[in-house]
C-alpha cells in the first residue's frame, strides 16, 4: 500500500506565476489535509477536504489560494500569482472516511516551493 | 485558543542516555496526539499516536505518555543514538479534524 504521494516535490516559479501542487492520499483514504510550513515555523493547517467538499479551510489565505479535491483524481492545491511569502514546505496528509476526529493522518514528504 | 507548545526548542545529549521531550496543550478536550519526526528538508515520519483514552504507547526504544489533566504529552528516547538527530514534532487533534502543531524540538546526539 503505498503512502501519500505528493508532487512535483520541489517546485520553483517566478513572483505572479501559478503554481500546482497534487496530492494522492493512501488509498481507501477519502479525507486530505493540506499543512503549510514556512521557513523556520511550524507547520500550520490550511485546509481539509473530503471527495469533492471543503469541509474546513479557516487556515487558507483569503486570496490567490484555493485547493479541491475531486471525485477523481488527486487533491490539487493551487496558488495564483505567487509571493516570495508563498514560498514553503507544503504537505499533504490523508487519513480514512469517519471515526468523528480520531483518525490517524497520514503525511506525504511534501512539495517545496520556492519563489524567485 | 487551543495550542501546541514544545520546550525546549533544541536539546543535545549525549550518545547513550535516555531523554524527554515536553510537549503541552492548552485544551484537555483532546482526541489524539501525535508525535513525529523531521529530517532536515524532509517530510514528517509518524511516531506514535495516542488516543484520548489512552495513557501511553510504545514502539521500541520510544514511549510516549499523554495526561490531558495537566495539558501534556511526553515523549521518551531510550538509549540515544545519532541517528535519533532530528527535529522532533507533536501535533493534537482537538476534534476539529485538524492538527495542531508545535514548533517542535530539535534533537542533537553527540556520538
Known amino acids: 500500500n503505498a503512502g501519500v504521494m505528493q508532487n512535483p516535490r520541489h517546485l520553483v516559479r517566478r513572483r505572479g506565476q501559478e503554481a500546482r501542487l497534487r496530492c494522492s492520499p493512501m488509498?481507501?483514504?477519502?479525507?486530505v489535509y493540506w499543512y503549510r510550513q514556512l521557513p523556520e515555523e511550524g507547520l500550520k493547517f490550511m485546509v481539509y477536504?473530503?471527495?469533492?467538499?471543503?469541509?474546513?479551510e479557516s487556515g487558507m489565505p483569503k486570496e490567490r489560494f484555493s485547493a479541491e479535491f475531486p471525485k477523481e483524481g488527486p487533491s490539487i492545491l493551487r496558488i495564483q500569482q505567487v509571493v516570495r511569502g508563498d514560498s514553503a514546505a507544503y504537505f499533504c496528509?490523508?487519513?480514512?472516511?469517519?471515526?468523528?476526529?480520531?483518525?490517524?493522518?497520514?503525511f506525504g514528504p511534501g512539495t517545496r516551493l520556492t519563489v524567485l | 485558543k487551543q495550542e501546541v507548545t514544545q520546550i525546549p526548542a533544541a536539546l543535545s545529549v549525549p550518545e547513550g542516555e535516555n531523554l524527554v521531550l515536553n510537549c503541552s496543550f492548552t485544551?484537555?478536550?483532546?482526541?489524539?496526539l501525535q508525535w513525529f519526526r523531521q529530517d532536515p528538508g524532509k517530510g514528517l515520519t509518524s511516531l506514535l499516536l495516542?488516543?484520548?483514552?489512552?495513557r501511553e504507547q510504545t514502539s521500541g526504544r520510544l514511549n510516549a505518555s499523554l495526561d490531558k489533566s495537566s495539558g501534556r504529552s511526553t515523549l521518551y528516547i531510550a538509549a540515544s543514538q545519532p541517528g535519533d538527530s532530528a527535529t522532533y514534532l507533536c501535533?493534537?487533534?482537538?476534534?476539529?479534524?485538524?492538527?495542531?502543531f508545535g514548533t517542535g524540538t530539535r534533537l542533537t546526539i553527540i556520538p
Open positions: 488509498k481507501g483514504h477519502s479525507h
Open positions: 477536504l473530503q471527495k469533492e467538499n471543503i469541509i474546513d
Open positions: 495516542i488516543q484520548s483514552s489512552q
Open positions: 485544551d484537555s478536550a483532546i482526541y489524539n
Open positions: 496528509a490523508s487519513s480514512p472516511a469517519g471515526t468523528g476526529g480520531y483518525n490517524e493522518q497520514f
Open positions: 501535533a493534537a487533534n482537538f476534534g476539529n479534524e485538524k492538527l495542531t
